[in-house]
T-cell receptor
């Protein structure tokens, strides 16, 4: 297993555009979480999905949305991009997402630059 | 609200010296605490979690609820320990709050 994979690796957009980031979890993992990591900061929680349902949401505006597909892969969508959205976006998968905290396995991230 | 504080951005120690990476947290309930590590050009990975009480790569961390701390310690630093270390907290499910990280530099 290649572990958690994310695409694309890098992305450059301009202000006002929309972007979609993709994540494939480890085989057998049903939970996917998204994090934003701004340079010099720790990852900040955006969303968690389990069995295609949103189970948690961080303090992010409605411009951020996500979904999980039947094969447990996930997409993060950001509308009306701002300069401040420039960051590394991390995806993490875990076996489940309810009750006990499972170990999260992180992907390599997608580096988004907004000009 | 959940909050994790790592007061040191950079910690430099000599090889063989003891290491202590500080972490303080704020949470009203019973949190679960973690330490994550990111080696150069590698992805973020879990180092240890307080609930398992394991020692990984010689590192240990004790949860002190009175001082709301979860400091990471190792008696003798090795060059391969050089990395970025993040303390993290979860109050439930998979919502994890990370600190800002401490870069550990082990000087040969």
């Amino acid at each position: 297993d290649a572990g958690v994979t994310q695409s694309p690796t890098h992305l450059i957009k301009t202000r006002g555009q929309q972007v979609t980031l993709r994540c494939s979890p480890i085989s057998g993992h049903k939970s996917v979480s998204w994090y934003q990591q701004v340079l010099g900061q720790g990852p900040q929680f955006i969303f968690q999905y389990y069995e295609k349902e949103e189970r948690g949401r961080g303090n992010f505006p409605d411009r951020f949305s996500a979904r999980q597909f039947p094969n447990y892969s996930s997409e993060l969508n950001v509308n009306a991009l701002l300069l401040g959205d420039s960051a590394l976006y991390l995806c993490a998968s875990s076996l489940q997402g309810l009750g006990e905290i499972d170990t999260q396995y992180f992907g390599p991230g997608t580096r988004l630059t907004v000009l | 609200a959940q909050r994790v504080t790592q007061p040191e951005k950079l910690l430099s120690v000599f090889k063989g010296a003891p290491v202590e990476l500080k972490c303080n947290y704020s949470y009203s309930g019973s949190p679960e605490l973690f330490w994550y590590v990111q080696y150069s050009r590698q992805r973020l990975q879990l180092l240890l979690r307080h609930i398992s009480r394991e020692s990984i790569k010689g590192f240990t961390a004790d949860l002190n609820k009175g001082e709301t701390s979860f400091h990471l310690k190792k008696p003798f630093a090795q060059e391969e320990d050089s990395a970025m270390y993040y303390c993290a907290l979860s109050g439930g499910y998979q919502k994890v709050t990370f600190g800002t990280g401490t870069k550990l530099q082990v000087i040969p």
